[in-house]
């Protein structure tokens, strides 16, 4: 039996593929397996390719692995792009509809079943990717009875006729698939899960649901890939909570309204990407100059301008540190997991809140689409920290004078009052202003402002600004990355270490201000740092140099082809860095 | 009591003298006094411009934002606290220049602001270059042989737009224009009020003489009706946008506030953030 699955559908967009990935890995999850998938699909609504690989396992996985055992496929286009990641062990599935023809080279083997056909007969072509559903669970020796529950909850309101029709559809393609490839079936029986609940979801998911936990009532969002996700989740859930969502006109709008809102005492944010988070950073100025916390999140994706809006990339890390003209104080935090999204942003808000300031979530495509395994979230780790923000009575004022709302204090940090409050009225004005916030130029006050405004920054209270997986006293080399690049490195240092190669592992969470204390003995014990990151000029590795020096020994390890690090090609990588230098 | 000597703060203007900014201050203090509205309970958002300025000059709460900006900001602070009176305010080039797509937005959205444009048809603190509100022919700085595009028409537009409530007046009539921006404020929706706030340094046509000449009172238009949509239209056409008064009004519409589903009738901010590990275990179940 089996430790590990790789399984992927695929058909043209539009075709119910994503949905055929959903049941299928929603049942695993329910078994107890390990999942994670990864979605390929295009920038358009109908048509083009479009596939769901998703990896099952036994143990914690945080990636996609380079190879695949079974392959789904409703169209020639899916095993002509795909077949090449298949073992030669694998199996192609694919329906008789469209006359599959096995590539020459192809490893694996290619079994043709009626999918559309018997779906047809069942009532309806639609059910032909539960006929899919159905030869899969022979391949892998399941019960149909799996699958149960999942149908239910799709296809209950549809009636109970429906759901019957639908589990029919499972097992005559179970059966059929029985029939056709006797010597295959059970071929890849997974030893079973250990039954545990856990969530299944995708990045943007935790994100939201971590926003939530955090106290956020209000999101202004412009809708863009891939981080509308986040708003589409919290407004179904927000109204529920006496909060909403609003969907503005621009990203311009989306991050002054949360200004706004945050300026008036609510927890407020915005999310989007690239092209968005441009559109902001004048508005990040105002947030660093007013004081007022405010939270973005961007998921990244392919750029430069629209770039690949589809694709994975993490190319926006120096736009997040050094963007907005001028100089303010600003916190970029980088979760890599669906718990450290989730954790994250309760941290981002108590930070806001805590500092004053702008707080800059850094997701990724893939991170933020990929579907993954969660451990569900402790609440006792939840807690909302508000900072110097004082709600209730204030002293009295003399009449006509103002709050000192930016007052000079030893942390830089002012107490907060929000509109509303009596003798609290004081101005707020991206102009350089004085403790009442009142215009002012004068160039000792603006001295003092500035450094004011950046004493916050040293007291930053982030629980782990690093991950760190360091078994090795000395080690040939460091493992450095953020983001969803964590799963690719976690699996590959086993294999290092198979070659006698020792690795340490640092993944970067806190980007800024940037962990020179927790980093530091990583790159002194290490004789090679090489940086993994998904952008073409080594940004994090450029931050890692500018911040720790041993510009001899770090080393870049990009790709920027708008996929995401595979584990085997991420060895390969590696190991050629190791040969070309001394170790 | 309230009066408007309560809004009053001691920060000196830095408005050129004869400015009509002067009088907009002006009868912002007096309708939050008339509408016994306490300084703490009155926040000001303005843009960047010399009008822009004008939420440091009163005594009240007040936001200085960046250029365009000041309507995305001052509707979410209103959605952050529902109970806050707030207006905003900016120039023409704030509001119809750069800012044009929040203002056709805000129009659209009806939240419970009011947002009072001084439009003097020209750029004043970049020294006088055209704006989208200067005639076609207007010779500024930037625009030497005479502007080449015509008058942007901010009545026509919030008519257009879907608004709840129309108004212009001339920065001279202080107890007319300190009766709409009362009306506005009492508005339950998004009020948009446009204010002829001449430059008496960069515009030397559109003068306080030049609109006295050129304005009709609504209130002298026999039989106006400012409920009926259509005649505001045409009215609003008729006069070239030439006229003062509450132009437009509709009492009926609920205001987005009212119309979003679940929003909490206590103001957000202080409403208790600390989800119940119950409602996360719930939220959680949906992902399993």
């Known amino acids: 039996m089996l430790h590990q699955l790789s399984w992927k559908v695929g058909g043209q967009q539009g075709e119910g593929i994503e949905s055929t990935g959903e049941i299928f890995s929603t049942a695993m999850n329910r078994l107890g397996y390990h999942l994670y998938g990864y979605r390929h699909f295009s920038s358009r609504i109908k048509g083009g390719h479009t596939n769901n690989k998703i990896n099952v396992r036994t143990s914690t996985v945080h990636t996609i692995p380079d190879d695949l055992n079974i392959?789904?496929?409703?169209?020639?286009?899916?095993?002509?792009?795909?077949?090449?990641?298949?073992?030669?062990?694998?199996?192609?599935?694919?329906?008789?509809?469209?006359?599959p023809v096995k590539p020459e080279d192809c490893l694996a083997e290619l079994y043709i079943v009626p999918f559309t056909e018997i779906a047809t007969e069942?009532?309806?072509?639609?059910?032909?990717?539960?006929?899919?559903?159905?030869?899969?669970?022979?391949?892998?020796?399941?019960?149909?009875?799996?699958?149960?529950?999942?149908?239910?909850?799709?296809?209950?309101?549809?009636?109970?006729?429906?759901?019957?029709?639908?589990?029919?559809?499972?097992?005559?393609?179970?059966?059929?698939?029985?029939?056709?490839?006797?010597?295959?079936?059970?071929?890849?029986?997974?030893?079973?899960?250990?039954?545990?609940?856990?969530?299944?979801?995708?990045g943007n998911e935790a994100l939201a649901l971590g926003a939530l936990a955090a106290g956020s009532r209000l999101m202004s969002a412009y809708p863009i890939?891939?981080?509308?996700?986040?708003?589409?989740?919290?407004?179904?859930?927000?109204?529920?909570?006496?909060?909403?969502?609003?969907?503005?006109?621009?990203?311009?709008?989306?991050?002054?309204?949360?200004?706004?809102?945050?300026?008036?005492?609510?927890?407020?944010?915005?999310?989007?990407?690239?092209?968005?988070?441009?559109?902001?950073?004048?508005?990040?100025?105002?947030?660093?100059?007013?004081?007022?916390?405010?939270?973005?999140?961007?998921?990244?994706?392919?750029?430069?301008?629209?770039?690949?809006p589809t694709k994975q990339e993490q190319s926006d890390l120096m736009a997040m540190l050094y963007g907005t003209h001028g100089?303010?104080?600003?916190?970029?935090?980088?979760?890599?997991?669906?718990?450290?999204?989730?954790?994250?942003?309760?941290?981002?808000?108590?930070?806001?809140?805590?500092?004053?300031?702008?707080?800059?979530?850094?997701?990724?495509?893939?991170?933020?689409?990929?579907?993954?395994?969660?451990?569900?979230?402790?609440?006792?780790?939840?807690?909302?920290?508000?900072?110097?923000?004082?709600?209730?009575?204030?002293?009295?004022?003399?009449?006509?004078?103002?709050?000192?709302?930016?007052?000079?204090?030893?942390?830089?940090?002012?107490?907060?009052?929000?509109?509303?409050?009596?003798?609290?009225?004081?101005?707020?004005?991206?102009?350089?202003?004085?403790?009442?916030?009142?215009?002012?130029e004068a160039a000792g006050n603006r001295k003092k402002q500035m450094d004011k405004r950046f004493r916050k920054l040293q007291y930053v209270h982030f629980d782990t600004p690093v991950f760190t997986d360091a078994p090795n006293k000395e080690a040939d080399v460091l493992l450095v990355g953020f983001g969803s690049t964590k799963g690719a490195i976690e699996e590959i240092r086993p294999m290092l270490d198979a070659e006698g190669i020792k690795t340490n592992h640092a993944h970067i969470r806190l980007i800024y201000p940037f962990p020179v204390e927790e980093m530091k003995p990583l790159i002194d014990h290490a004789k090679k740092v090489i940086v993994v990151e998904n952008n073409a000029t080594g940004q994090l590795a450029n931050i890692l140099k500018l911040n720790m020096g041993h510009h001899d020994k770090i080393v870049n390890l990009t790709k920027y082809d708008g996929t995401p690090f595979l584990p085997l090609e991420l060895l390969d990588r590696v190991k050629e860095l190791l040969t070309d230098g001394d170790i | 009591m309230v009066t408007f000597k309560d809004f009053r703060n001691t920060v000196k203007p830095n408005w050129c003298p004869g400015c009509g900014d002067f009088s907009v201050q002006a009868a912002i203090q007096r309708a939050a006094a008339n509408l016994d509205i306490e300084p703490h309970e009155l926040a000001v958002v303005s843009g960047i411009g010399c009008s822009g300025r004008l939420s440091g000059y009163i005594n009240s709460y007040g936001l200085h934002g960046i250029h365009g900006r000041a309507l995305p900001i001052a509707q979410g602070l209103k959605m952050a606290n529902r109970d806050l009176n707030v207006i905003?305010?900016?120039?023409?080039?704030?509001?119809?220049?750069?800012?044009?797509?929040?203002?056709?937005?805000?129009?659209?959205?009806?939240?419970?602001?009011?947002?009072?444009?001084?439009?003097?048809?020209?750029?004043?603190?970049?020294?006088?270059?055209?704006?989208?509100?200067?005639a076609a022919g207007f010779v500024t700085k930037s625009t030497p042989g005479g502007a080449i595009e015509?008058?942007?028409?901010?009545?026509?537009?919030?008519?257009?737009?879907?608004?709840?409530?129309?108004?212009?007046?001339?920065s001279t009539d202080l107890k007319e224009l300190t009766a709409i921006i009362e009306e506005g404020m009492k508005h339950r929706g998004f009020a948009f009020i446009n204010v002829f706030s001449p430059c008496v340094t960069y515009n030397k046509v559109n003068t306080y003489d030049w609109f006295k000449e050129h304005i009709t009172k609504l209130s002298s238009v026999e039989g106006y009706d400012p409920s009926n949509r259509t005649e505001a239209m045409r009215t609003v056409m008729e006069y070239e946008g030439l006229v003062t008064g509450i132009i437009y009004q509709n009492e009926n519409e609920p205001s987005y506030q009212e119309k979003v589903i679940g929003y909490h009738e206590e103001p957000l901010n202080k409403a208790d953030i600390m989800i119940k590990e119950e409602e996360l275990n719930e939220l959680m179940k949906e992902f399993m």
């Open chain 1, 71 to 99: 392959l789904v496929a409703f169209d020639q286009e899916t095993i002509e792009i795909n077949y090449k990641e298949l073992t030669k062990e694998g199996v192609i599935l694919a329906d008789a509809k469209f006359k």
């Open chain 1, 122 to 202: 069942l009532g309806t072509s639609l059910m032909k990717n539960m006929v899919a559903i159905g030869a899969t669970a022979a391949l892998m020796n399941l019960e149909d009875e799996v699958f149960q529950s999942v149908v239910n909850e799709i296809f209950g309101r549809k009636g109970e006729a429906v759901v019957q029709k639908n589990m029919e559809a499972i097992a005559k393609g179970h059966q059929i698939t029985n029939e056709l490839l006797k010597d295959q079936v059970g071929k890849f029986e997974l030893e079973p899960g250990d039954g545990k609940h856990r969530l299944f979801m995708i």
């Open chain 1, 225 to 308: 890939t891939p981080a509308s996700e986040i708003m589409e989740y919290l407004i179904k859930k927000l109204p529920k909570f006496g909060g909403t969502v609003i969907q503005t006109e621009d990203e311009i709008a989306a991050a002054t309204m949360a200004i706004g809102a945050s300026y008036g005492g609510a927890r407020a944010f915005t999310a989007s990407a690239g092209p968005g988070l441009s559109l902001m950073m004048e508005a990040l100025g105002l947030a660093g100059m007013t004081e007022t916390p405010l939270v973005v999140v961007d998921t990244q994706r392919g750029g430069p301008s629209t770039g690949l």
């Open chain 1, 327 to 440: 100089e303010i104080p600003k916190v970029v935090i980088a979760p890599s997991t669906g718990e450290e999204a989730f954790y994250d942003m309760i941290q981002a808000f108590n930070i806001a809140d805590e500092l004053q300031l702008p707080v800059i979530v850094l997701s990724d495509l893939q991170l933020s689409l990929g579907k993954q395994t969660v451990e569900p979230f402790d609440y006792s780790k939840i807690s909302i920290n508000r900072g110097k923000l004082k709600m209730d009575e204030l002293p009295e004022l003399e009449d006509k004078q103002y709050f000192k709302r930016y007052e000079f204090t030893e942390d830089g940090i002012s107490t907060r009052v929000v509109p509303g409050q009596k003798y609290g009225i004081h101005h707020v004005t991206g102009v350089e202003h004085n403790e009442e916030g009142k215009p002012s």
């Open chain 2, 88 to 134: 905003a305010t900016g120039g023409d080039g704030d509001g119809f220049a750069i800012g044009m797509g929040h203002t056709i937005h805000s129009i659209r959205r009806n939240i419970d602001i009011t947002y009072v444009v001084m439009d003097n048809q020209i750029y004043g603190l970049t020294k006088g270059q055209t704006s989208p509100r200067s």
């Open chain 2, 150 to 170: 015509p008058s942007l028409k901010p009545l026509e537009v919030a008519l257009s737009s879907g608004a709840t409530f129309v108004a212009q007046s001339f």
